[in-house]
């Protein structure tokens, strides 16, 4: 049972949730007595970095076609290169914008927003997240082939060093559908999804001229920011940082609610959370019973103070 | 132009999620449905397009009779018909190849769907409907605009955006963003009563094929009791945090 593990990589520099797929493929791997081959598209990084999380052979696709992002030109590319039965992939955007027509292309099953190593290898079966973190799956696939997708911060990255070769594969994979306009990324934020302590904040923050202090809190913790729904519904956030049923599921070693109230909707996007810190004024905030921490009181007066003891210990 | 709209009927958001007492199924006693969330985006997303350039826009839901009221909700929203295939979809494999078949012979533009749905969060569905026809797939798209056989749409990428150029027919899959919550619509008294008049096919499914099975479902754990520490000793939760929970 070959096991191939897509290693994301953003401008040829692996993501954080490459590595943790690829710890991911190397449990795997070792329940099924076999190997490792990640896969990536026009790295720059090392091989060395893979090898380091369990892969034994690295194939790097090289094609200028893929340059830029394309659902169905990175799974043909994929699709070329992948002649195992077990195929992983983290459940970032991309990743989860390609397995999906693989999937087609190669007739396997598909198990996304996977949280643990399979319970069984034949038939293959996981636990996974559905209901939005309101409960867990336990998903059988059928046939010989699947692919899954990692959650984001569910397996964890773990080292466990291989001896490694590397292969390179040219491809001109056809990319004509789709083209990339234009690129943003906005440098030095760290990502949402991927970060292991997230401040976050709600309405209680009345406006937002006062998240300079949920940010200086997250900037000494090394957090990422986040928000509740109506926060960027009202436009005092982007819509990027909305967490919950409707918005991104994270689940952080770390999260700080400030001035979130704990609605189910909320609850749900981040109650997979390892820790869960909850601030607000209201002792009957349900927010509260599903929390690990709470300090009643004014988010105003607390965070501040709180900034500045724990850059006291990190000091 | 003819846009295909997939919506997905859910627990509405507010639910609590119980499973039954064998744990082989979500226990469905007590749940009120609503149009996916994510669906809502696009389905406004194809009234506005409906609106602004005279494209006809058809509703497509994989589900037992139970999920019609969802369907005439989305009538009511402004759709201009609906198609209903008659299957309780068991993954999504079997949805998508649904939605496929129904989009095969339908000339369809473009096919907007929820990136993904809040039941069973598969997030599978739109890529695999635009593998199966075989047309360019956006995902997670948060902005759309289409001229002629092209369509551009911007999609969020981890810490940024993208801006993409399409050419028509396409998948695009949505979420928040793609247009302003403020814009979503709710039904008004016209709407609803139009809705009951409106078009909706039933259709039998091409297959019963199923990919992946539900084989048991747990509830999520309670967490230990919240320990309570007092605004005026920060300090004790500075050294919760640090000793206790070790997160800092
Ligand atoms: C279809 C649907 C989907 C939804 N999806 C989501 C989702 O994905 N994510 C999401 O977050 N919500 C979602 N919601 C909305 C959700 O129901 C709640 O409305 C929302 O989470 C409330 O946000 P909030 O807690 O910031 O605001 P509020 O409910 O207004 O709560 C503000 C809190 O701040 C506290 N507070 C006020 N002042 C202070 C102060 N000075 N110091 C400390 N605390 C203070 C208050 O006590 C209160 O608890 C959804 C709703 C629907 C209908």
Known sequence: ?315 | MKILVCISSVPDTTSKINFTADKSAFDKNGIQWVINPLDEFALTKAVKLQESQGATVTVINVGDIATEPVIRKALAIGANDAVRVNLDPKDSYSTAKEIAAVAQNGGYDLILCGKESIDYNGGSVPGMVAQLLNQPFVNASVGLDVNGSEATAVREIEGGKETISVKLPAVIAGQKGLVDEKDLIIPNMRGIMSARTKPLQVVEPTSSEVKVQGVSYDSVPPRAAVKMVSPDNLDELVRLLHEEAKVI
Not at chain 1, 17 to 37: I, L, N, R
Not at chain 1, 118 to 135: H, M, N
Not at chain 1, 235 to 253: D, F, L, M, Y
Request: aromatic content about 6%.
């Open chain 1, 1 to 315: 049972m070959a096991v191939f593990v897509y290693a994301e990589n953003i401008n040829g520099v692996y993501k954080k949730a490459a590595f943790e797929a690829v710890s991911y493929a190397k449990a795997v791997a070792d329940q099924a007595g076999d190997t490792v081959t990640a896969i990536s598209v026009n790295p720059t990084d090392s091989s060395d970095l893979l090898y380091k999380y369990g892969a034994s052979n690295v194939i790097n696709i090289k094609d200028e076609g893929l340059k830029s992002f394309s659902a169905k030109a990175f799974a043909q590319a994929v699709s070329e290169v992948a002649d195992g039965n077990i195929i992983i992939f983290p459940h970032t955007t991309d990743a989860s914008s390609v397995a999906p027509m693989l999937a087609i292309m190669k007739n396997y099953s598909l198990i996304t927003n996977v949280l643990e190593a399979p319970e069984s290898l034949s038939p293959f079966q996981v636990k996974r997240r559905a209901f939005s973190g309101k409960g867990f799956m336990h998903a059988k696939a059928e046939g010989t082939g699947v692919i899954v997708t990692v959650s984001q911060n569910a397996f964890g990255v773990k080292e466990n060093a291989a001896s490694g070769s590397e292969e390179v594969k040219n491809l001109s994979v056809a990319n004509e559908d789709t083209k990339v306009v234009s690129h943003e990324q906005s440098s030095g934020k760290l990502d949402l999804k991927e970060a292991e302590v997230v401040v976050s904040a709600g309405r209680g923050m009345k406006g937002p001229e006062n998240w300079g202090m949920i940010e200086d809190l997250a900037n000494v913790l090394g957090a990422a920011t986040a928000c509740s729904k109506p926060v960027s519904d009202i436009g005092w956030r982007p819509h990027t940082e909305h967490v919950g049923q409707t918005g991104k599921a994270i689940s952080p070693n770390l999260y700080i609610a400030v001035g979130i109230s704990g609605a189910i909707q909320h609850l749900a996007g981040v109650n997979s959370s390892k820790t869960i810190v909850v601030i607000n004024s209201d002792p009957e905030a349900p927010f509260f019973k599903s929390a690990d921490y709470g300090v009643v009181g004014d988010a105003f007066q607390i965070i501040p103070a709180l900034t500045e003891k724990i850059k006291a210990i990190k000091g």
